[in-house]
């Protein structure tokens, strides 16, 4: 049986170039007016910059020498500046990083330079240099220990939990997929949709390796899966609802049978 092929969806520039002028370094002068003039202010104190870079120091550092910055100095940079809203990535987060204040260099281990000597910001390259071969495997438990630090334990009212998958902006097509207890917007971990695969293998690691013993797991239609489902109840504690679409032909008709058999079971019966 010949399967239709996706649609795809292509975009075209009104203006050639278009990407790379928005992606470059200078703005038109047409532009440039609605750019922000100075990068967002960095809002942590330098104690609780501290207190963050001590949860990231146990990352992995791929260099044989430490050098001038560590790489939970420059996790905690990216951290405050994601909080900050800026998202574009290193060239953003070097600006972010020059904008702190003496004190707040100084609660990052940054290094001193010159005659008067003054603390020295990461530079765009040593974001990407250092930050790049991170494994977000070693990342995840680090910031998910943070979070928990700062906002305490999940509540046992936030059992809702839904899993849920997005393009990264900026990111070339990559997808990553999430879980949040839905309540309170509480993170709960990600995992990295793989190359030409799908949501579902993605959001299967993610349900092994969050707390979700006593939780609601909802998801949409793509996931109502046999290899899901005993994840969440026999591995995890939880229970799951999901979706049933017509595409799901022989799931469809279980389930429109299930009140026909089972009418006890349902309220009201019977």
């Known amino acids: ?124 390259t040593t974001f990407f240099r250092l930050l790049s071969p991170l494994n977000s495997q070693a990342r995840q438990p680090a910031l998910l220990d943070w979070q928990n630090q700062v906002l305490g334990p999940r509540a046992s009212d936030d059992d809702l939990v839904a899993a849920d998958g997005k393009e990264l902006r900026h990111s070339q097509g990559v997808e990553i997929v999430s879980l949040y207890a839905v309540k309170r917007g509480r993170w709960l971990g990600s995992e990295l949709v793989a190359e030409g695969a799908n949501e579902i293998p993605a959001v299967q690691a993610a349900l092994r390796q969050a707390s979700l013993e006593g939780s609601l797991v909802v998801a949409d239609a793509m996931h109502t899966q046999v290899e899901t489902a005993p994840i969440i109840v026999q591995e995890k504690g939880a229970d799951y609802l999901r979706t049933v679409k017509g595409n799901q032909k022989t799931v469809a008709d279980n389930v429109q049978q299930l009140p026909k058999g089972l009418q006890h079971a349902f309220s009201p019966s019977a």
């Not at 500046?81 to 070097?94: F, P």
């Open 1 to 124: 049986m010949a399967h239709e092929r996706p649609k795809q969806l292509w975009v075209r520039e009104l203006r050639p170039g278009a990407r790379t002028i928005l992606r470059g370094r200078n703005l038109p002068a047409a532009l440039q007016k609605l750019a922000p003039v100075h990068p967002p202010e960095c809002l942590e104190s330098p104690e609780q910059l501290e207190c963050m870079d001590g949860f990231f120091a146990g990352l992995p550092d791929w260099r044989q020498r430490h050098g001038d910055y560590s790489v939970s100095s420059l996790v905690t940079v990216a951290v405050c500046a994601m909080l900050s809203k800026v998202c574009w990535g290193q060239r953003d987060w070097a600006a972010f990083a020059r904008g702190l204040s003496s004190q707040q260099m100084a609660a990052l281990d940054f290094p001193r330079r010159g005659n008067p000597r003054r603390y020295s910001a990461p530079s765009e």
